[in-house]
């Protein structure tokens, strides 16, 4: 009769590896990380900083009453496309795919893709085009912006899109975290030379007078992606994507079901159905930018550049902005550090526009960083 097998055998017993089961792509990688806000006026994250007045919240508490938690969620939230297509001006012709954030958006582009797919996008922008492309042991190749200015490197960009023939290229519209439009002719020239997908990031739409919504019919190879996180719904996770119907059914089949809840789907809905409180919001954020940025191009130890979005991004010119991003976090100031990515964005850190006692503080909280022990 065989021996009972003990748990003192087990801790004998030769431990396996269980990490390297993971693809070396994978094992490369580095988490995103998410900054702490605790006890901290948060500046870091291009959230929208009101909440919702008092009586919009009683009639949308009313109407989630209604919302169904015992069934699966409207599989295709037809509902909430209808409402999306009218409050972002998508054309009709034009199909539509949401997803759980953006992110998902950017993941469901990307598996799509054979294994050898190349993916393009300027450098720096938003970091997730890379991120995810990595992950799934795709070519990536970032193209530098020009350092005067952050715009597109319109020949660097175009060569790479001759030699290396990218599947999908993204284009953040303004560039995340440059906070700059690009070009518009050089983006139609990318967009008629391109052999794959060329997708326009509109996350900060909202902040910006300038879209290639309405060129969708221009360009078969070009899909619009938004969020309604910018507007003031960031913990609801939607973003989506507009484009060909033909491309979008193909993306529809990696797309999970019931990827969008019924809480989303509802609260959503009904945001953008009174969205009117949301639209003066952003029109009040807009003028605060304003005023941030007058205030940062008054102090003469940083640059500031222009910006199309909720934040502005800023160079310091003597001090290293890492001492300066922990003097503001000392002083109770969260904004994000984008110095540690180098190249371009050395010395250089971003502000979300807050709102104005919020955006005072962090002007005077500078003023003393950039004083303090100089």
């Not at 975290?177 to 983006?187: H, M, R, S």
């Not at 992606?225 to 913990?235: D, F, I, N, Q």
């Not at 964005?345 to 005072?360: A, D, F, H, W, Y």
Request: proline letters at 7%.
């Amino acid at each position: 009769m065989a021996r009972p097998i003990f748990s003192a055998d087990f801790d004998n017993m030769p431990k396996p590896d269980l990490i390297s089961l993971f693809r070396p792509e994978v094992l490369a990688l580095s988490a995103y990380h998410v900054a702490d806000a605790n006890n901290l006026i948060k500046l870091d994250a291009m959230e929208n900083p009101y909440g919702w007045p008092e009586k919009i919240q009683d009639i949308w508490l009313e109407h989630l009453k209604n919302c169904p938690m015992n069934r699966y969620p409207d599989p295709e939230a037809k509902a909430l496309a209808e409402v999306l297509r009218h409050s972002n001006g998508i054309p009709e012709q034009a199909g539509l795919l949401l997803g759980n954030g953006s992110d998902e958006i950017i993941q469901i582009l990307q598996m799509a893709l054979p294994p050898d797919a190349v993916v393009l996008a300027p450098e720096p922008g938003f970091v997730m085009y890379k991120q995810i492309a990595l992950s799934l042991g795709l070519r990536y190749h970032g193209i530098p912006l020009l350092a005067d200015g952050f715009d597109l490197d319109a020949q660097a960009l175009l060569a790479a899109i001759e030699t290396l023939k990218p599947a999908l290229i993204f284009l953040a519209y303004p560039n995340n975290p440059t906070g700059n439009l690009f070009d518009t002719q050089v983006i139609e020239d990318m967009l008629a030379m391109a052999p794959g997908l060329v997708v326009v990031d509109e996350a900060y739409a909202p902040f910006a007078d300038a879209s290639f919504m309405t060129r969708l019919q221009d360009y078969p190879n070009l899909l619009v992606m938004r969020t309604v996180s910018k507007l003031g719904l960031a913990g609801l996770r939607l973003g989506f994507l507009a484009g060909d119907s033909a491309i979008l059914d193909q993306l529809n089949k990696v797309r999970l079901p019931y990827n969008i809840n019924c809480l989303t789907q509802e609260t959503a809905r009904f945001a953008l159905e009174h969205q009117e409180f949301l639209l003066e919001q952003t029109r009040t954020i807009c003028l605060q930018r304003s005023e941030v940025l007058a205030a940062l191009h008054g102090i003469s130890d940083i640059e500031a550049y222009p910006s199309s979005a909720n934040f502005i991004l800023f160079r310091t010119l003597k001090k290293p902005a890492d001492e300066v991003f922990a003097s503001l976090k000392a002083r109770g100031i969260l904004i994000k550090n984008l110095s540690p990515q180098g190249g371009l964005l050395s010395n250089c850190l971003r502000v979300t526009i807050g709102k104005p006692e919020e955006n005072q503080a962090f002007i005077d909280a500078l003023h003393g960083a950039l004083t303090e022990s100089l």
